[in-house]
C-alpha cells in the first residue's frame, strides 16, 4: 500500500520555522517528482513547492519564494520543506504529493498520490 505521511507542522509565530517532513512507502520514490501544496479554509490547493526527481530542478510559489526550501532524500524516501521568515498567511494544511513522472508540474491533478496533510498555523 502507498503511503505518504506529513510530519513537522504546528503552530509558531510570525517570523519562526518549521521543517515538514514527507515520508513514503509502498513503492520507490526515487523516480518520482515530489511536491508541497496547501490549502487553506475556503480557498484552493496551490502549489508551494515542487521538485524532479533527481533535484536538479525545483520550482517555488512567487509567495513563498526566498523563504522556503524543497529537498530530498531518495535513499530514505523522504522529501522536506523547510519553511523560514513564516508569515499569518501561510497557515493551512501543506500536503505531500507524488508524481509517477521525474519531472515536476505545478498542477495537483498531475500527481497520484497525496498524504493526509499536516496543519501549520501562523500567529501574528
Known amino acids: 500500500q502507498v503511503q505518504l505521511v506529513e510530519s513537522g507542522g504546528g503552530l509558531v509565530q510570525a517570523g519562526g520555522s518549521l521543517r515538514l517532513s514527507c515520508a513514503a512507502s509502498?513503492?520507490?520514490?526515487?523516480?518520482?517528482?515530489m511536491g508541497w501544496f496547501r490549502q487553506a479554509p475556503g480557498k484552493e490547493r496551490d502549489v508551494v513547492a515542487a521538485?524532479?526527481?533527481?533535484?536538479?530542478?525545483?520550482y517555488y510559489a512567487d509567495s513563498v519564494k526566498g523563504r522556503f526550501t524543497i529537498s530530498r532524500d531518495n535513499a530514505e524516501n523522504t522529501v522536506y520543506l523547510q519553511m523560514n521568515s513564516l508569515k499569518p498567511e501561510d497557515t493551512a494544511v501543506y500536503y505531500c504529493?507524488?508524481?509517477?513522472?521525474?519531472?515536476?508540474?505545478?498542477?495537483?491533478?498531475?500527481?497520484?498520490?497525496w498524504g493526509q496533510g499536516t496543519q501549520v498555523t501562523v500567529s501574528s
Open positions: 521538485i524532479s526527481w533527481s533535484a536538479v530542478s525545483t
Open positions: 504529493a507524488a508524481r509517477k513522472s521525474p519531472a515536476y508540474s505545478v498542477n495537483s491533478y498531475s500527481y497520484d498520490y
Open positions: 509502498g513503492r520507490t520514490f526515487s523516480n518520482d517528482a
